[in-house]
């Protein structure tokens, strides 16, 4: 989508120059910004420090939008679905968009996850059903009980990870 346009003196002659909805930076210092399509400013045109805290990390598995994640060394960094029933597999963060194994998925380690479905409003836990979450924290030998966030409505979950504790 566009932008709106806007006139501008060229050098005294009135020119018609489109806002630019992201930044390469210095280059378009001065630039009138437009919103994108969900009315909001890109990060590109934000400072360093403002903005989601992601990351681009290579996929070790198909992962779907909302599912939680865990970064993992596999010669480097790798992400694939945090899993209770796994010691080792802690949720760090989140994907709003579906990823194929080895693409580089952007991980999102706080925020709002909207891609999540099904959810009851209140506190959340790591699934044992990998990159879920559930209202009920797993209670099996071997699992982990991690807080991941809290939901605010069936489509919405506020991650914030908290330490994990592996039962006996």
């Given at each position: 989508m566009a932008?709106d346009?806007?006139?501008?003196?060229?050098?005294?002659?009135?020119t018609e120059?489109a806002?630019?909805?992201?930044?390469?930076g210095?280059g378009d210092?001065?630039k009138?910004?437009?919103?994108?399509?969900?009315?909001?400013?890109?990060?590109?045109?934000?400072p360093v420090?403002?903005g989601?805290d992601?990351?681009?990390?290579?996929?070790s598995?198909?992962?779907?939008?909302?599912d939680l994640?865990?970064?993992?060394?596999?010669?480097?960094?790798?992400v694939r679905?945090?899993?209770a029933s796994?010691?080792?597999?802690e949720?760090?963060g989140?994907?709003?968009?579906a990823?194929?194994?080895s693409?580089?998925?952007?991980?999102y380690f706080e925020?709002?996850?909207?891609?999540?479905?099904g959810?009851?409003?209140?506190?959340q836990f790591?699934?044992t059903t990998?990159g879920?979450?559930?209202?009920?924290?797993?209670?099996?030998?071997?699992?982990v009980?991690?807080r991941?966030?809290?939901?605010?409505a069936?489509?919405a979950?506020?991650?914030?990870?908290?330490?994990?504790?592996?039962l006996?």
């Amino acid at each position: 989508m566009a932008g709106d346009k806007y006139l501008y003196n060229n050098a005294g002659t009135t020119t018609e120059k489109a806002a630019i909805q992201t930044s390469a930076g210095a280059g378009d210092a001065g630039k009138i910004p437009a919103l994108d399509a969900a009315g909001l400013l890109s990060t590109t045109m934000m400072p360093v420090g403002i903005g989601a805290d992601t990351a681009a990390i290579t996929a070790s598995e198909a992962l779907s939008a909302g599912d939680l994640v865990n970064v993992w060394n596999s010669t480097g960094a790798k992400v694939r679905k945090a899993d209770a029933s796994t010691s080792g597999k802690e949720a760090h963060g989140f994907v709003l968009a579906a990823v194929s194994s080895s693409a580089t998925a952007t991980v999102y380690f706080e925020g709002n996850d909207t891609g999540v479905t099904g959810l009851t409003p209140g506190p959340q836990f790591l699934s044992t059903t990998p990159g879920a979450a559930t209202l009920t924290a797993p209670s099996g030998s071997g699992n982990v009980v991690q807080r991941v966030g809290f939901a605010t409505a069936a489509t919405a979950l506020n991650f914030q990870s908290q330490p994990p504790i592996v039962l006996a």
